[in-house]
């Protein structure tokens, strides 16, 4: 290694009478044999003074059949020196998700028995998403530290409301509005009962699943916190929260008895496929689209040396037609093949019929708009662990008038939570082709407009200090300014993917501005 390109400082750390020091640890056995036992930065030190190497406790916790990764790491304890915590990613397998986690506890908590008190992992959080990783697929322990200190502090909260709880002081809509503020990450000031979830506070579908979380964490029936897009301001959330502990009302048992006996109609009716069906109607269906894109349209791809063949990818387009999806998949070649997409659960997967179809001849993952987003979001984070390319259209439905609209901060959520890479892509020509509303094509000109990809470590360097809610708006702003670019003929470079001052709080107030 000659050194750190144009990093003086960098290069003088490491290098030193011509040997490099890599910052690696190990120790030598009687017989020079060497073992690493990690990173010295890694290294985690107690109150007392004591060495904990994380990559060993990673090997010795992370045996069991529902724990898919962890990331062991040091948090910061008041009194100096740092606390042994665990960031850790289940592997439900169709189990219920609140029995794995139980059975989780249990498994930290008998390895930790059989190890000295200051080799015992004192935190533990679990995390649905995916660990944080550098482009070599290192966990990146810092960005882990920033979780665990956010997660910590919101079940700091969950517990001081759960104490309430049990205490009957539950009346006061205090320990909610703290709920809601640390979700937001805003003072515990500006959570008044009159404030509207949405409008005020900028509250949106993915806050509000973590909402829902907090307030499942503090003791509330999973029941009454499954769908709060109904609920408006914080005083109605309060009122909710008091009332989860009543029996629900007559009416209220026969229309979910109603809606039970609807659920048990519909799946008598599920149409069900054999797998060699299903294959050869995919098959068919991607001849189909090639056919289309390459003979009933005229169809021109620009920017295709933009897309990474090396990697998997969250891509981002503007949403004006069915033959969207179909248009993206065909212009991106090999990596169209290898992409799935989040499609509306109401829209497309609303009967017996359309389910047979979606399910086994697309690559559709089911969506809800309108509900809690918890496990849509769930599987297209799957989709993209997997090595899958994930499509979405973020602004939420086909447009109208063929005009873009504001993109929804689910994609920034996805590409921050799960370390994609973002393709911004735009096409023209789809609305005036078949409009919503058609049911027949009309021959027009195509054109898919590929731009450069927003790599991920970089975005994460302009969320930095940011609350998440805010850090989702910033990398979502960042590619609906690239599809905004496409549209208008020019590709925005990668210095230009940040986030101008203000931009933020500009779309709070117009939201705050809407009716």
Same mark, same amino acid.
């Given at each position: 290694? !000659?050194?750190?390109?144009?990093?003086?400082?960098?290069t003088a750390a490491v290098?030193?009478?011509?040997?490099?020091?890599?910052?690696?640890?190990?120790?030598?056995?009687?017989?020079?044999?060497l073992?690493?036992?990690?990173?010295?930065?890694?290294v =985690?030190?107690?109150?007392?003074g004591?060495?904990?190497?994380p990559?060993?406790?990673?090997?010795l916790y992370g045996?069991?059949?529902?724990?898919k990764e962890?990331?062991?790491?040091?948090?910061p304890?008041e009194? #100096?020196?740092?606390?042994?915590?665990?960031?850790?990613?289940p592997?439900?397998?169709?189990?219920?998700?609140?029995e794995?986690r139980?059975?989780?506890?249990?498994?930290f908590?008998?390895?930790?028995?059989?190890?000295?008190?200051?080799?015992r992992i004192?935190?533990?959080?679990?995390?649905?998403?995916?660990?944080?990783?550098t482009?070599?697929r290192?966990?990146?322990?810092?960005?882990?530290?920033?979780?665990?200190?956010?997660l910590?502090?919101?079940?700091?909260s969950?517990?001081?409301?759960?104490?309430?709880?049990d205490?009957?002081?539950?009346?006061?809509?205090?320990?909610?509005? +703290?709920?809601?503020?640390?979700? =937001?990450?805003?003072?515990?000031?500006?959570?008044?009962?009159?404030?509207?979830l949405?409008?005020?506070?900028?509250?949106?579908?993915?806050?509000l699943?973590?909402?829902?979380?907090?307030?499942?964490?503090?003791g509330?029936?999973?029941?009454?916190?499954?769908d709060?897009?109904?609920?408006?301001?914080?005083?109605?959330?309060?009122?909710a929260?008091?009332?989860?502990?009543?029996?629900?009302a007559?009416?209220?048992?026969a229309?979910?008895?109603?809606r039970?006996?609807?659920?048990?109609?519909n799946?008598?009716?599920?149409v069900?496929?054999?797998?060699?069906?299903? +294959?050869?109607?995919?098959?068919?269906?991607?001849?189909?689209?090639?056919?289309?894109?390459?003979?009933?349209?005229?169809?021109?791809?620009?920017?295709? !040396?933009?897309?990474?063949?090396?990697?998997?990818?969250?891509?981002?387009?503007?949403?004006?037609?069915?033959?969207?999806?179909g248009?993206?998949?065909?212009?991106?070649g090999e990596?169209?093949?290898?992409?799935?997409?989040?499609?509306?659960?109401?829209?497309?997967?609303?009967?017996?019929?359309k389910?047979?179809?979606?399910?086994?001849?697309?690559?559709?993952?089911?969506?809800?708009?309108? #509900?809690?987003?918890?496990e849509?979001?769930?599987l297209?984070?799957?989709?993209?662990t997997?090595?899958?390319?994930?499509?979405?259209?973020?602004?939420?439905?086909?447009?109208a008038?063929?005009?873009?609209?504001?993109?929804?901060?689910?994609?920034?959520?996805?590409?921050l939570?799960?370390?994609?890479?973002v393709?911004?892509?735009?096409l023209?020509?789809?609305?005036?082709?078949?409009?919503?509303?058609?049911?027949?094509?009309?021959r027009?000109?195509?054109?898919?407009?590929?731009?450069?990809?927003?790599? =991920?470590?970089?975005?994460r360097?302009?969320?930095?200090?940011?609350?998440?809610?805010?850090?989702?708006?910033?990398?979502?702003?960042?590619?609906?300014?690239s599809?905004?670019?496409?549209?208008?003929?020019?590709?925005?470079?990668p210095?230009?993917?940040?986030?101008?001052?203000?931009?933020?709080h500009?779309?709070r107030?117009?939201?705050?501005?809407?009716p």
């Open positions: 290694m !000659a050194g750190y390109f144009q990093d003086r400082d960098s290098l030193k009478d011509g040997w490099l020091f890599t910052g690696d640890l190990g120790r030598l056995d009687e017989h020079k044999n073992f690493l036992s990690g990173r010295q930065k890694d =985690i030190i107690d109150a007392n004591k060495n904990v190497y990559d060993d406790l990673e090997e045996v069991h059949a529902h724990i962890l990331s062991v790491v040091g948090l304890e009194g #100096g020196g740092e606390k042994v915590a665990c960031l850790c990613v592997d439900y397998k169709d189990r219920p998700r609140e794995v139980r059975e989780l506890d249990e498994h908590r008998e390895v930790s028995s059989d190890q000295p008190f200051y080799r004192k935190v533990v959080r679990f995390w649905d998403g995916e660990l944080p990783r482009s070599t290192k966990v990146k322990r810092a960005l882990v530290i920033d979780e665990l200190k956010r910590e502090k919101v079940a700091s969950a517990e001081k409301a759960r104490r309430e709880r205490g009957r002081e539950h009346e006061s809509a205090d320990w909610v509005s +703290q709920i809601v503020a640390d979700v =937001i990450g805003r003072p515990l000031a500006e959570v008044r009962p009159e404030s509207r949405q409008v005020d506070l900028g509250f949106d579908s993915l806050m699943t973590e909402l829902s979380t907090a307030l499942e964490a503090a509330v029936p999973v029941t009454a916190v499954s709060l897009t109904r609920i408006t301001t914080i005083e109605e959330l309060r009122r929260v008091q009332a989860s502990g009543r029996r629900p007559a009416e209220l048992q229309r979910e008895i109603s039970e006996v609807e659920r048990e109609k799946e008598e009716l599920e069900e496929l054999p797998a060699v069906v299903a +294959q050869s109607g995919r098959l068919l269906l991607q001849a189909g689209q090639r056919a289309v894109y390459g003979g009933l349209f005229d169809v021109k791809v620009t920017g295709k !040396a933009f897309i990474p063949m090396n990697r998997n990818l969250l891509v981002v387009a503007n949403h004006a037609s069915h033959l969207d999806m248009l993206i998949k065909v212009a991106m990596q169209g093949q290898r992409m799935v997409a989040l499609a509306a659960r109401d829209y497309f997967f609303d009967t017996a019929l389910r047979a179809w979606f399910e086994n001849f697309t690559d559709l993952i089911p969506m809800d708009r309108h #509900g809690s987003l918890r849509s979001l769930r297209a984070g799957e989709s993209l997997q090595g899958y390319n994930l499509l979405i259209f973020p602004e939420g439905t086909r447009s008038n063929g005009e873009l609209a504001e993109f929804k901060p689910t994609l920034g959520y996805l590409a939570t799960f370390n994609v890479d393709l911004p892509i735009y023209h020509g789809t609305y005036d082709a078949l409009p919503k509303g058609s049911w027949w094509p009309r027009e000109d195509l054109e898919v407009r590929i731009g450069a990809p927003i790599i =991920i470590d970089r975005a360097e302009q969320v930095k200090g940011l609350a998440r809610s805010d850090s989702y708006r910033v990398v979502t702003h960042m590619a609906e300014a599809v905004r670019a496409l549209k208008e003929g020019r590709v925005m470079r210095e230009e993917h940040v986030i101008p001052p203000g931009a933020i500009s779309r107030a117009r939201k705050e501005s809407s």
